[in-house]
């Protein structure tokens, strides 16, 4: 009872013998209001706000990559890509990595005394080993979500945070989305992910070795309990490590939630949304208010209708 009661911090990236009580209050608002799936997965939600930009007129570039900012009198003034570009700015909303912003983007000198702060003493969350596959047989009995605990617990933990340590064992979130749309499998066969915790980049482990290693004790220990005969039954699978959150994500130390939930690091604490030192400069995301979770960061978006000014009509004040 009291593993299923306090392991909700993992889901935010935090380790819950260190996370502030707070958020217990993750179980209250799950049993209040239940928990929502969009059908298409988060790819749909995806789907869904681009197709708002697109009819408000946004210019969409993909495949770019943000290099550096020229500021001048504490106000970005271009924003410098990759490719060799740069874009004239009025204001910049950024959901990068805010330790990854503050440490490679903004140059120091730049930056206030609260944001240096916050990236040299920061502590990220741990990493995430995560194994997509797809089975050629349905699994009626595994709900859409599952938590599969192993036999230790607060010394796994440490393990993963404290220690970082790749170690035998590991406890699983598995995901069976096909339990409530269909549609992500073939007719008579399910989809899946399983998320295991894991030391961040800090633990410098050599993911080309332990990964696969990884993949086949998950794999094995599922064949043992919820899914019977899942290794004749496993395909198309493959899976994702802190290197490619580092890589593809620029997430600092490989971390799967930003900063870790600590009290700390919490509320006011974080990185917050109005950029500090950088007067036009604006935060989303992961790792500042009000935190990590699909939740978390869409409502970190909500938070800037009121922080940036609107600049297409005047607010009503009747």
């Not at 819950?16 to 209001?33: A, G, V």
């Not at 570039?61 to 890509?81: A, E, H, W």
């Not at 290693?213 to 043992?224: G, H, S, Y």
Request: glycine letters at 8%; proline letters at 5%; one cysteine or more.
């Amino acid at each position: 009872m009291r593993q299923a009661f306090s392991i909700q911090p993992l889901l935010v990236g935090g380790n819950p013998f260190d996370t502030t009580c707070i958020y217990s209050l993750i179980h209250f608002l799950e049993r209040k209001w239940g928990i929502y799936f969009p059908k298409g997965g988060t790819g749909a939600v995806v789907e869904a706000l681009t197709d708002l930009l697109h009819r408000q007129g946004v210019e969409v570039k993909l495949n770019t990559t943000v290099t550096g900012f020229d500021i001048d009198d504490k106000q970005i003034k271009r924003v410098n890509l990759d490719n060799g570009e740069s874009r004239e700015a009025d204001l910049v909303v950024s959901n990068a990595d805010p330790k990854f912003l503050y440490k490679h983007l903004i140059p120091k000198e730049e930056q206030s005394f609260s944001s240096r702060v916050k990236t040299s003493s920061s502590q990220m969350s741990m990493g995430l080993f995560v194994l997509y596959f797809g089975t050629t047989k349905t699994y009626q009995d595994v709900a859409h979500h599952t938590i599969w605990l192993g036999k230790r617990y607060k010394d796994l933990l440490s393990d993963i945070f404290d220690k970082k340590i790749l170690t035998e064992d590991f406890s699983l979130y598995v995901h069976r989305p096909t339990a409530t749309d269909p549609s992500f499998a073939p007719s008579g066969c399910d989809s899946f992910y399983v998320l295991a915790p894991v030391p961040n980049q800090l633990g410098n482990i050599d993911w080309d070795i332990e990964g696969p290693k990884l993949r086949d004790r998950i794999v094995a220990a599922l064949d043992r309990s919820i899914l019977p005969d899942l290794e004749n039954t496993i395909t198309s699978d493959f899976f994702k490590t802190p290197d490619d959150f580092a890589e593809s994500y620029l997430s600092a130390e490989g971390a799967g939630f930003s900063i870790a939930p600590l009290f700390r690091q919490s509320a006011w604490f974080r990185y917050h949304n109005k950029g500090e030192g950088i007067e036009n400069l604006f935060l989303v995301g992961a790792g500042t208010h009000p935190g990590a979770g699909v939740p978390g960061v869409l409502s970190s978006a909500k938070v800037l209708e009121h922080l940036i000014p609107d600049t297409t009509h005047e607010r009503s004040t009747s």
